[in-house]
């Protein structure tokens, strides 16, 4: 069960799509992930819509990083499902998810 506490802002795709125009793939947004460190913490800001295809990608920004890490979400209002999860999962695990 999603803890939607801690997801205010973020919205479900599948929940609004029969609301949404169908739309080219050219005009729909795409995912923006841009890092930030220092010697304690990584930050991963996410801008756009993050998808279940975006999260290899994100993975991978994620692993190997020896210090802690906290995903940024205040460029991101549109989610599906499968990133809700793995957000939720990431919090679990220890990841700080900020502007949630």
Known sequence: MLQRKHFRKLRLVSSLQFLLPS??????MTLKIETDSDRQKKIIRLSGRPRSEHLDELKTQMD?????IAVDLDGVRLVDVEAVRFLNTCEKSGTELLHC
Request: charged share 25%.
């Open 64 to 68: 190997g990083d020896q210090s802690r």
């Open 23 to 28: 739309t080219s793939q050219k005009s729909q």
